[in-house]
């Protein structure tokens, strides 16, 4: 009987302690789930707190900075330009402190420009945001919707008809006309595929590319008036094939930029080095100079 006892006993410690570890781990979750909760909490609080600060600085700087106070869409839009392009360095640098920079001062322009249209009673802030956020979640039906998607082209063609659903006169309408060419060209291709007009492979469009060619060639035997347009017509072959290769041209050609201006740098610094004008230097001089820069870069 006492065997028994001792048994039952030891069976109700057991028990107990599978009951009280359950509890604890209970427990446990919840403190976890509501910290991390906190902590996601205190980081929205954080963002917003941190573009509360810019709106308010940028409410201080318009009503008592002699510059700020003057400024217009007109006055800001080259310093936006080249703040977009200052950007764009950074990345191709892959300088990512500077990005972080950089995106700061463009953000710092997007809340002058909102500023300026609140004053005026044209739009606000307020509207810029809750714009952008209509639209991101009218144009992801496969994300906010019931829509399916099953490739990045889907998504892509979705956007586009949605854009003609929306009013949009024409797919090609989004294409700003100041853009530089190269880059208005490959976003007008980009957009025709949204819809469907495209090559079915990057094969076709070499053989596009050898086409105009041998037009331009033809042109060129003749002297002909029509050799610049021929010559453009390779250029958007060759942007088009790049797309297919899935290679960015603007950013193709600006690295070889890049590295010529390196090379060529580096060809001037030897010149210098011997007291030598680069003009006073022969092709000869100059090629030898510059496959040594080609080797160390």
């Not at 920079?101 to 953000?107: A, I, M, Q, W």
């Not at 105009?212 to 002909?224: G, H, I, M, P, T």
Request: contains cysteine.
């Amino acid at each position: 009987m006492q065997q028994e006892l001792l048994q039952d006993g030891f069976v109700e410690q057991s028990l107990l302690a599978i009951a009280v570890r359950e509890v604890v781990a209970k427990v446990l979750k919840t403190i976890k789930e509501n910290s991390i909760f906190a902590t996601q909490k205190n980081t929205m609080d954080n963002r917003l707190h941190s573009f509360q600060k810019l709106l308010d600085i940028m409410d201080e700087l318009r009503s008592k900075c002699p510059w700020d106070s003057q400024q217009t869409f007109d006055s800001l839009r080259y310093l936006t330009i080249e703040e977009t392009y200052e950007l764009s360095d950074a990345i191709i640098d892959k300088k990512y402190a500077d990005i972080g920079k950089e995106l700061g001062d463009l953000l710092l322009h997007i809340v002058f420009y909102a500023k300026i249209g609140e004053e005026q009673n044209l739009f606000s802030i307020e509207t810029v945001l809750n714009g952008i956020c209509e639209k991101l979640v009218r144009r992801h039906p496969h994300i906010f919707g019931e829509v399916q998607v099953n490739s990045v082209d889907e998504v892509k063609e979705n956007w586009e008809k949605i854009k003609l659903r929306e009013g949009s006169l024409s797919v090609l309408a989004g294409v700003p006309n100041t853009l530089p060419a190269m880059v208005k060209s490959y976003r007008i291709q980009e957009k025709a595929r949204g819809v469907g007009f495209d090559w079915e492979n990057a094969e076709q469009v070499w053989e596009k590319v050898q086409e105009e060619l041998a037009e331009f060639n033809q042109e060129k035997s003749s002297n002909s008036d029509k050799m610049e347009e021929e010559f453009g017509d390779i250029l958007f072959a060759l942007i088009n094939y790049a797309r297919f290769l899935n290679i960015n041209p603007e950013d193709a050609l600006e690295k070889t930029n890049r590295k010529f201006i390196k090379r060529f740098n580096y060809m001037e610094q030897k010149a210098l080095e011997q007291g030598i004008p680069l003009q006073e230097m022969t092709i000869h001089e100059m090629e030898t100079w510059w496959q040594k820069a080609k080797l160390e870069s």
